[in-house]
Structure formats: C-alpha cells, structure tokens
C-alpha cells in the first residue's frame, strides 16, 4: 500500500500544501519545528483517524483557525484506490469519510491503511508508564484484528461503569456481577490475544535488535498481567472490597505491561540512551513485520528523527536495515541532516524523492 498523495488545510504549522508521494522513499529535511514532524503526523491521522501523539484534536488546528482537513489517495497492492478525508471543526469534532461516505463508526476504519511510526518521543515506550505500552499494543492490535476493538470497547464501558458504581458507594452483588460479565468476557480476549502477540512479536523483536546493535547485546520482552494463571471473574471477587474503599477497579487487563531486558537486566533502569533507542527502532521494525503479515498489506514506515541520541554505529546498521531490506514498501524519513539522507537514497532502488521544509512549506529538491 501507497500513500499516491495529500491535501493539508490548517493542520498545526501547515496552512495548506498538495503533495505527491514517492512509493519508495520520501525524505523532509529542515531545521527543527520547520513542520517535518508535522507533516507525517498529518499521515498518521488519515490512516488512524488521530493524531501520532497525545493531543486533544482541536489542538491540531492551526493557530486562528476553525478546522483542518487532511485527505489523500492510498494505493492497495491489488491495485484499487481510497480517497480518505479527514477532517475537525471546533465545537462541532471529527468527521471522517471514504470515497465519499462518512464511516458509521470511527473503528471500521482502523487496520485499513496500517502504519508504522517511529518518533523521538518512543523513548516512553521503555521509560514512561505501562498505559504508553497498552496503547500500543491496543493500536497495533485492532489494526490486524477488528474483532479486538470491538473487545476493547466493550471492556473500557463495562470498566468505567463499575469505576462509577464504585465511586458511588454501591453495595449491591448482584448489581457487580451484571457489569462484571462484560468485562469478564472482554478481558479474556483481551488478555489471550495480548499473551499471543508479544509471543509472536518478541522473537521479531531480539532479531532486529541484534541486527542494529549488534549480537553483543541481547534484549527480551515479556508480557506481565495479573490475569496469568486466574481469570478476570476471581480478581473482581478477591479485589471487591479492596476496589470498594479505593473507589476504582484495581486489577485486570487495564493493568498490563511489557516488560524489556538488555542482556538480562532491566532496560529501563540500565539502559543507554543508545540502547533504548535501538530497543524502540527494533520494537517497530517488528511491528512492520508483524502487521504485514497479519493483514497481508504492507504498512506505511514514518521514521521521525531517527539518527537522534545514536552512535555512528548504530546509525550505519539502521541505515543498512531500511535500504537493504526489501520488505519494506513506502518510507517517510526525516532529518535535519542531508548527509544522513543523501547517504540512505545513495543506498536505495527504485524511487525516491526529498522535500525541503521551512515554516509548514515543502520544496522539492534535486536528488
């Protein structure tokens, strides 16, 4: 899959650009807050229907103005074309339409146009809470699986409901157990398809690890829940009185985590900023692959600033991974440094291009 082109109104710095993509290799230079990051953040929300990071949508308006409008062209590999418009009023929210026809429902849209994103601020991935971890396998998740949105909805609702009668002092078991069976049933999905995909995922992940940093340093991840070896129903019977003075749900699937390990300790204690780093490249390189294979369509790769806080080692391996690899299909790579993009096109097949950006405005420039 290819994005063929975009049309950007009042989306953050960029007051409104057409561009049109390469299927190959995209490059944005420019200084920092020029409109690089910007600019594949408008990518990431036509393809997931929100922004890359965690932004209320209104601040995705550019400043004075009263909406934004994001739509572009994706290419399947059969061949077939989409145009997807996406767009947010103040006062008035989102709406989202394909080929014309406004989605009843935000979800179906989801796993459509599959993406990868690797941002400077993944660093959270290992140092920030285990909510930053959920999200993400939450969104690479319903992106190969629907059915697991639709789980995932039906938990938050039954969650926030009990949070409620919590909250509210409610005594009554029988009450409990009718909003516990929604989430009963939701959480062992939840969980069984979380555990299945760190376990597909993991070896994907040490395998590309080694590959950037080289075999002397060996990471692993693991899945933590407090549903291994119990069932949802016996931690909301064991937890009531507990959950009834705290006035929230204190146990299940919204307590999971990943846990990281470099060379047997904790990443996130003694790992470099290098390796943390790598750890996040190789964690959505495996994504890539993960989510090619679940949905037989090859994902977009944005890789926003990814030489930052790397050696010149571990720059060249990345490199060589993103040319040398043939998996890969459309890239979006930006930097404020042309060597590092001159250096990466030098070392690609097939086509390419580079955009110069200053102050939301893109220009095309000689390769």
Known sequence: MILKSIDILNFKNIASTTLEFSPGVNCLLGMNGMGKSNLLEAIHFLSMARPMTALPDNALIRHGEDMLIVKGEYLADSGTSDIIACGITRGKGKNLKRNGKEYKRFSEHIGRYPIVTVTPGDSQLV??????RRKLMDMVISQAHPEYLAQLIRYNRALESRNRMLRAGVRDSLLYESVETGLEDAAALIHSTRREWVKTIAPKVEDCYSRLAGEREKVEIAYSSQLTGTSMK????ERRPKDTILGYTSAGTHRDDIDAKLDGYSL??????GQVKSFTVALRLAIFDYLKEASGTTPLLLLDDIFDKLDA???ENIMHEVTANQTFGQIFITDTNRKHLDDILAG???????????NGVFTPLNI
């Open 127 to 132: 140092n920030g809470p285990g909510e930053d």
């Open 234 to 237: 016996e931690l909301l019977a």
């Open 268 to 273: 996130r204690r003694l790992g470099s900023q």
């Open 313 to 315: 080692s571990r720059v």
């Open 348 to 358: 690609m097949e097939g086509p390419c291009s580079m955009l110069n950006v200053e």
